[in-house]
């Protein structure tokens, strides 16, 4: 069976097909008609869509309908529960926890059945830790890097917002104001990680940094401490999901 993946971020979609000719790629939400179309000129033999949404209530319904009309096929959801797969969620309310960061937890566990700090390094930063009876202990929540220096920058015009300028930041004091904001910028995505891990391996010696997200690779290079690096984590959590028929039916708008 053919099934169409939709992770439905803040301010985009990504998609997998699971197929033997199998394709990825991003639903632009401004185009959202246009973009369900042309998916579905690449996949036209999907028999099944899942979906994992952070979009509020409303609007995932809208994308829900928008999949429906096109496909007309079964479309499932990625839903935070108490246990899964293993895992104990720490949130009180199920509801208050993203399921893009259940599932990354989910396919970590998976993969090591081990007490893991999990870093996502995207328009936000994430931590989220497990332990080593698979239990989610909660986590940590800032502005990721780009997200950082725009908050901070806003209404000011002598220093331009450039994330490329983190290619070249380094954990030193800067000798500059623009060197400043970045570095420090860096220094405290750096430090959060390294103080929250330090505090896990008091507790556990032996659990694992795992980085995850767009920036994954140029805050790795400043950590102090061994990681690993792995990818398309959400996409694995709803593989795991719908292969354990723990999805529950999507609500179109008319519904």
Not at 92 to 121: H, S
Not at 169 to 195: C, D, F, K, M, R
């Amino acid at each position: 069976m053919d099934t169409l993946y939709i992770d439905m971020g803040n301010s985009r979609a990504k998609w997998w097909l699971s197929s033997a000719n199998a394709r990825r790629g991003q639903l632009d939400y401004s185009s959202l008609s246009e973009g369900v179309e042309a998916i579905h000129r690449q996949a036209p033999t999907v028999e099944k869509v899942v979906l994992a949404s952070v979009l509020s209530v409303e609007k995932t319904k809208d994308v829900v309908s928008r999949l429906q009309t096109c496909f007309a096929v079964p479309i499932k959801q990625c839903v935070v529960t108490r246990k899964a797969l293993g895992v104990t969620c720490g949130y009180e309310d199920l509801t208050k926890l993203g399921v893009d960061r259940w599932l990354v937890v989910i396919a970590v566990w998976q993969r090591y059945k081990f007490a893991c700090q999990v870093v996502d390094l995207g328009t936000a930063m994430t931590i989220d830790l497990l332990d080593a009876k698979g239990n989610h202990l909660g986590g940590f929540i800032v502005s990721g890097l780009g997200l950082s220096i725009e908050g901070l920058l806003a209404g000011t015009d002598n220093i331009r917002s450039d994330v490329g300028l983190f290619d070249h930041a380094t954990l030193q004091p800067g000798v500059n104001t623009t060197e400043a904001v970045y570095h420090g910028a860096l220094l405290g995505a750096v430090s959060l990680i390294e103080t929250s891990f330090e505090n896990a391996t008091r507790c556990n010696s032996d659990t694992k940094l795992i980085l995850v997200g767009g920036d994954a690779h140029l805050v790795g290079d400043h950590l102090r401490y061994d990681f690993e690096i792995l990818e398309d984590l959400v996409y694995e959590g709803m593989r795991l999901l719908d292969n354990s028929n723990l999805l529950i039916d999507a609500v179109p708008a008319s519904e």
